[in-house]
């Protein structure tokens, strides 16, 4: 017996949470009863159990790395009508749903699945899993600017984890400077709120690392399967993560 919200996303349904929340709002049927309680348990092998009124059914888990461009809605469905990372990936048999999100105006990796404990699992903020993203800011912070950022900076809801920061590249006819940044949480807009905080706005932000994946070979707006050993070196990863075994960031420190 397992509870019923991992059995939906052991299905492929959505995430763990968003199945939290069709159960409480009463779209879960098992044995044609309206379950709105979390927590119950069920056998997928022997109970009926419907979503919608839709029965659920096994799906062999796919895990995808997709480039994401920019001007992409990381969601399944969006009621405004604007385009959506699932929409290209239409031609699969699986219903698959990104892990976490990536703004509507910023690219690069994102992850996506049918398994939901895997997508719990990369996104439990116990875990602090890395994500390295390139930022292209206005003007040029120095050295002290990065500095608060490696210490870690005040935002709105609280001071971030120290994050890992390097300059890339410096453009002086645009004034504008290419900035590597690792963070350790998934706050909504996050990397684009800490340069704003030390007054150099993100013109471009691109996510090129997630744990040990790199974007490398995809591109934009193209995908290709994960490997077994890759899901399994991400999996690691988180767990390790969460153990606080690799959690220890020095300032100045890069994972390049």
Request: hydrophobic share 35%; aromatic share 4%; net charge positive.
């Amino acid at each position: 017996m397992e509870r019923l919200q991992k059995v939906l996303a052991e299905a492929g349904i959505a995430s763990r949470r968003k199945c939290e929340e069709l159960i409480t709002a009463g779209r879960v049927q098992v044995n044609d009863q309206v379950v709105t309680t979390l927590g119950v348990k069920v056998d997928a092998s022997q109970d009926l159990i419907k979503v919608d009124g839709r029965p659920i059914r096994k799906q062999s888990k796919v895990y995808v790395m997709f480039n994401k461009p920019k001007g992409v809605i990381t969601s399944a469905e969006d009621p405004e009508g604007r385009k959506t990372v699932t929409d290209f990936f239409k031609h699969l048999k699986e219903r698959i749903y990104p892990i976490g999100r990536l703004d509507y105006d910023t690219e690069g990796l994102l992850l996506l699945t049918n398994d939901g404990e895997f997508a719990h699992l990369l996104t439990h903020p116990k875990h602090h899993v890395p994500r390295t993203y390139l930022a292209t800011v206005k003007g040029v912070p120095h050295g002290s600017l990065l500095d608060k950022l490696r210490d870690g900076i005040k935002l709105e809801d609280g001071m971030t984890s120290p994050a890992e920061v390097e300059y890339q590249d410096v453009n002086p006819e645009k004034n504008e400077t290419v900035v590597k940044i690792t963070i350790y949480e998934g706050r909504n807009r996050q990397v684009r709120r800490m340069f704003e905080a030390i007054h150099h706005p993100v013109v471009k932000l691109k996510r090129v690392q997630f744990g040990p994946l790199q974007l490398t070979g995809v591109p934009r707006g193209k995908s290709r399967s994960l490997t077994p050993h890759e899901v399994d070196e991400l999996r690691t990863a988180a767990l390790e993560m969460g153990k606080g075994k690799s959690h220890n960031i020095q300032k100045g420190e890069s994972d390049a």
